[in-house]
């Protein structure tokens, strides 16, 4: 079993920035074959929406929203996931959950952490 625990959340003023991290620990077999990671937010009445991924070989995606002010990155050395957020507008607010995932077989297994709050204020 891996648990996957956030940081870095809070409430900025619009235009600010905010650094989350996350840590992966327990069962190492599976912590030297996590896959890709990620950033996902959910607010209140919404389904959970995807922010960015970073692949194990570094190869990043973004949401549209996101792109040009976010910026994902992972240390696999430490089994954490970074996401640098810059210009950050009131429609950031949200708890921000990191994933990761494993290709088990035929099966994609993935796990979550327990989110982090996000809050921007105009």
């Known amino acids: 079993q891996v648990r996957l625990v956030e940081s870095g959340g809070g409430l900025v003023q619009a235009g600010g920035s905010l650094r989350l991290s996350c840590v992966a620990s327990?069962?190492?077999?599976?912590?030297?074959?996590?896959?890709?990671m990620g950033w996902y937010r959910q607010t209140p009445g919404k389904q959970r929406e995807w922010v960015a991924s970073?692949?194990?070989?570094?190869?990043?995606t973004y949401a549209e929203s996101v792109k040009g002010r976010f910026a994902i990155s992972r240390d696999n050395i430490k089994n954490s996931v970074y996401l640098q957020m810059d210009s950050l507008k009131p429609e950031d607010t949200a708890v921000y959950y990191c994933?990761?995932?494993?290709?088990?077989?035929?099966?994609?297994?993935?796990?979550w952490g327990q989110g982090t709050q996000v809050t921007i204020a105009s």
């Open positions: 994933n990761a995932g494993w290709n088990v077989g035929s099966t994609y297994l993935e796990n």
């Open positions: 970073v692949t194990t070989n570094g190869s990043r």
């Open positions: 327990g069962n190492a077999h599976m912590l030297r074959d996590i896959g890709a």
